[in-house]
């Protein structure tokens, strides 16, 4: 069945640092890919996503590739700030419209 | 714009007892979602509505779970009885389409339940 494997975490990160978070998929055709962030205390939101291969999304400095060649979605940015400390969860929407989601990875950035 | 509002926070509930949750989406949202997410894991969904008919309900355990979306708008979700393994945050999310355009979900920030 379709699924979505992403790093565990938690991901510790000093400010400036760069940020990888994987993240790699499973589906029959050609589904969307999306990253949803979840701040503390609130609930999840859409951050970015991409429809087609080689797309890129991107939002807020954050950036994350369609490989259709490796399935993956990696979700990159290139200095992370403190108030990027969240859990971020890697999804894609599967023939039937639904959204399925990894388990999330914790990024705790230090100042 | 007012988010998505859900109610209770939290909840604490013995085995074999009930409980109802509650979520009011973005007004104008047509489709209303309810996941369940387990710590350690993601979200997961449990129903789905478009306007007050449901869409996708096939991962819900029926069972016990039970779910209403009188009149289009706000919904709850019940479990009757409850179980160890229920024990999660229940998600409420709606959006604008039925899934098929953006994709985008908007997220309550969730009831949490513990069963002991």
């Known amino acids: 069945g379709n699924s979505v494997t992403q790093m565990e975490g938690p991901v510790t990160l000093s400010e400036e640092a760069f940020l990888t978070i994987n993240c790699t998929y499973t589906a029959t055709g050609y589904p969307s890919l999306f990253w949803y962030v979840q701040y503390p205390g609130e609930g999840l939101q859409l951050l970015l996503k991409?429809?087609?291969?080689?797309d890129k999304g991107s939002n807020k400095g954050f950036e994350a590739t369609y490989r259709k060649e490796t399935t993956s979605f990696h979700l990159e940015k290139g200095s992370v700030q403190v108030s990027d400390s969240a859990v971020y969860f890697c999804a894609l929407r599967d023939s039937s419209y639904k959204l399925i989601f990894g388990s999330g990875t914790r990024l705790l950035v230090r100042p | 714009e007012a988010g998505v509002a859900q109610s209770p926070r939290y909840k604490i509930i013995e085995k074999r007892q009930s409980v109802a949750f509650w979520c009011n989406p973005i007004?104008?949202?047509?489709?209303l979602y309810w996941y369940q997410q387990i710590l350690g894991q993601g979200p997961k969904l449990l129903i789905q509505f478009q306007n007050n008919g449901v869409v996708d309900d096939s991962q819900l355990p029926k069972d016990r779970f039970s779910a209403e979306r009188l009149k289009g708008v706000d919904s709850t979700l019940k479990i009757q009885p409850a179980k160890l393994e229920d024990s999660a945050v229940y998600l409420c999310?709606?959006?604008?389409?039925?899934?098929?355009?953006?994709?985008?979900?908007?997220f309550g920030e969730g009831s949490r339940l513990t069963v002991l």
């Open positions: 007004s104008g949202h047509a489709t």
């Open positions: 999310a709606s959006s604008l389409d039925s899934g098929r355009g953006t994709g985008e979900l908007f």
């Open positions: 991409a429809t087609k291969a080689d």
